[in-house]
């Protein structure tokens, strides 16, 4: 008797841990973020070089490059691809992790996809309201980057900052 109860809770606990673990979108966000060496990309650096010389021509102090932060938005840039749009979902999820391993007090991010150029996309950035304001922020002291690109050739960026 205690032989098939203990069989019968061990398979009823397989059970509930398989299922309970189905793939969804935001299984990417669930993720334990360890700062590793991350590969910049020629588009990822010329990126990070433009923000920082737009930010000293303006007179707003330089950002560091931090890659933990290049490795939380790799997960979004991956997720856009996924989902083949440029969005911000899942941002409190990012915020979070950002916050705990890159002891963050703010953050702020760009996305954008389609750009084949770090300067179209700066350009673009530099453009829109919105995201002109998270660029010129003085209060920012870190950022970070990643870019993915679809099947399609289409590139989808994140860019994000932090204060720290």
Same mark, same amino acid.
């Given at each position: 008797m205690k032989t098939t109860l203990i069989k019968l809770t061990l398979c009823l606990f397989i059970t509930t841990v398989l299922i309970s673990c189905s793939k969804d979108d935001v299984?990417?966000?669930?993720?334990?973020?360890? %700062?590793?060496?991350?590969?910049?990309? /020629?588009?990822?650096? !010329?990126? $990070?070089n433009i923000i920082n010389e737009f930010r000293r021509t303006?007179?707003?102090?330089?950002?560091?490059k931090l890659n933990i932060i290049s490795s939380v938005a790799e997960t979004h840039s991956s997720y856009m691809v996924?989902?083949? %749009?440029?969005?911000?979902?899942?941002? /409190?999820?990012?915020? !979070?992790? $950002?916050?705990?391993n890159a002891n963050a007090k703010t953050v702020g991010e760009n996305v954008a996809y389609g750009f084949n150029s770090a300067e179209s996309v700066v350009n673009a950035w530099l453009?829109?309201?919105?995201?002109?304001?998270?660029?010129?922020?003085?209060?920012?002291?870190?950022?970070?980057?990643?870019?993915?690109?679809?099947?399609?050739?289409?590139?989808?960026?994140?860019?994000?900052?932090?204060k720290q």
């Open positions: 299984e990417i966000y669930e993720e334990s973020f360890i %700062e590793t060496k991350v590969s910049y990309s /020629p588009i990822e650096n !010329e990126i $990070l303006n007179g707003i102090k330089t950002l560091e996924k989902v083949g %749009e440029a969005n911000h979902d899942n941002f /409190p999820e990012r915020h !979070e992790k $950002l916050v705990h453009n829109s309201e919105h995201h002109k304001k998270i660029i010129v922020n003085p209060d920012y002291t870190h950022f970070g980057i990643s870019t993915k690109t679809d099947n399609e050739g289409r590139n989808y960026f994140t860019h994000i900052y932090i």
